[in-house]
């Protein structure tokens, strides 16, 4: 048993080593005995102080169900169903919690990264502009459940994180000259990593405020923000 965890866990640190920058340092923690030396979240700790995973799942998706269950239900239930394992990770400085999935329809092992929530202060900081509508619903994502949630490989499919949050004005699109809405209140949260993404306007209401987003083609815009979300994640989960 005790060969059969240490393989899992060779295998999972080589596979995490292949995307992080050459001589970052990765570790999976796997001594909860000395948590308090870690600054992370309470619930994280209460977590990781049982070896029973059923119940560790518990406590972490009870948090998202807390915060986002009717916004992101779905991938609620997903994770609860398919998630063979949840790791503690640190990467540099900084910690992640490493979710093993099993997916439905190819029955292959994906592994989802969710970063350590960030204070709402240093959420606010980020945008940097008091015009902002920062909903309630998207706030408490990043505040209370993790600051970005995607695939560990391409970064994407799934909420962004924090720092690659960026303004869609920034950019270049070759059909500027077709827009007639001012973006500049218009932020990435979502990538597929094909150059098609989710974004909010910042200057409305949430239910108001969802744009599709892509390279190629005209914004399409309102759309349902969170329903999308939803639903791309599980795309994501089983391509």
Do not use: C
């Not at 490493?98 to 439905?104: A, K, N, V």
């Not at 350590?116 to 959420?123: A, C, G, H």
């Not at 606010?124 to 509508?133: A, G, I, P």
């Not at 239910?207 to 309102?222: A, M, N, R, T």
Request: aromatic letters at 16%; zero cysteines.
């Amino acid at each position: 048993m005790v060969k059969m965890v240490s393989f899992i866990v060779n295998f999972k640190l080589n596979f995490l080593k292949k995307y992080v920058p050459a001589g970052e340092m990765v570790e999976i923690l796997s001594n909860f005995k000395n948590l308090s030396n870690h600054p992370i979240l309470q619930y994280w700790r209460d977590a990781f102080q049982t070896s029973d995973f059923s119940k560790r799942k518990q406590i972490i998706l009870g948090e998202w169900k807390k915060y986002l269950a009717e916004e992101l239900s779905n991938t609620i239930s997903y994770l609860e169903e398919f998630s063979e394992d949840i790791d503690l990770i640190k990467i540099g400085n900084n910690y992640s919690l490493l979710y093993s999935i099993r997916t439905y329809q190819s029955n292959s092992l994906v592994f989802y990264e969710g970063k350590m929530p960030i204070s709402d202060q240093e959420f606010t900081d980020h945008f940097n502009q008091s015009k902002l509508e920062l909903d309630g619903s998207i706030r408490d994502f990043y505040t209370h459940i993790h600051a970005g949630f995607n695939d560990f490989t391409s970064k994407s499919m799934g909420l962004d994180d924090l720092d690659m949050i960026e303004p869609i004005a920034d950019y270049d699109w070759e059909f500027e000259d077709q827009l007639t809405n001012d973006i500049s209140s218009y932020y990435n949260f979502f990538s597929n990593g094909m150059g098609t993404y989710l974004v909010l306007d910042l200057s409305k209401p949430i239910d108001e405020g969802g744009v599709f987003w892509s390279k190629d083609e005209l914004p399409e815009y309102p759309i349902p923000f969170w329903d999308y979300v939803d639903e791309w994640i599980i795309i994501g989960l089983d391509f």
